[in-house]
């Protein structure tokens, strides 16, 4: 009851947040990413490898690709999950170079079932490192810390599973933003259960910045998933 009153307070907060924002550009967007996930033979482990593909309206469609892999551990009959992940970053820069970036990460999750719904909050501390041969930047590398808040909801007898989420980002290591909330991400979709191994995400995703000037992006997206 404690974790589902929180979740309905930070939805409930979320337009007064957005509604304190000046007026800034919006853009269009697209999301595709293929996620394949292998259990180790050490027991509770896995290994996760992601490519993730993001388009954007102009000045030019192509936005990133992300290729990130990386090892989960499980605990307590995975409702705690810890990862340790690396990932390489090819994109088109505020410069408008291309560039790439290299970042590591750490993931804390936690889920829990509640009936039919459930609930999952997970905190990742980031470390990205950026070429400041191909862009200018005030701090690198940037630590960043995200906390995101999920609900999913399993309807009985269909392979459908709505979700709701929002992800809250925050600078650690930068005087100008530190310790501030520096964007939004929220998403609201569905998973379609294709068989024991596979599944897909449809989704709508709102990108909303607090601090820099950068647009907020208003995407579509589609990830399969697929379990060896």
């Not at 810890?82 to 999750?109: K, M, P, Q, T, V």
Request: glycine share 4%.
């Amino acid at each position: 009851m404690i974790i589902r009153n929180i979740y309905i307070l930070l939805f409930l907060l979320t337009p007064i947040v957005l509604n304190a924002q000046p007026q800034r550009e919006t853009k269009g967007g697209a999301v595709m990413s293929l996620n394949v996930e292998k259990d180790l033979p050490l027991r509770n482990m896995s290994v996760n490898f992601e490519e993730e593909l993001r388009l954007i309206t102009a000045p030019n469609v192509y936005d990133r690709t992300v290729s990130s892999l990386g090892i989960d551990y499980a605990l307590l009959d995975r409702k705690i999950k810890i990862g340790a992940y690396y990932a390489f970053i090819y994109l088109y820069n505020n410069d408008f170079l291309y560039e790439a970036r290299h970042r590591f990460y750490f993931n804390l999750s936690y889920r829990q079932n509640v009936e039919q719904f459930t609930f999952s909050w997970r905190v990742r501390l980031q470390e990205t490192l950026r070429d400041e041969n191909r862009g200018s930047y005030r701090v690198n590398p940037r630590y960043v810390m995200k906390n995101r808040l999920e609900a999913e909801y399993a309807v009985w007898g269909k392979p459908w599973k709505p979700f709701l989420s929002c992800d809250f980002s925050t600078n650690l290591n930068d005087d100008e933003t530190r310790y501030d909330l520096v964007r939004l991400r929220f998403q609201a979709g569905a998973n379609w259960r294709i068989n024991r191994t596979t599944s897909m995400d449809f989704y709508l995703r709102w990108d909303e910045y607090l601090k820099d000037d950068d647009p907020r992006v208003i995407s579509i997206g589609a990830a399969y998933k697929m379990k060896l």
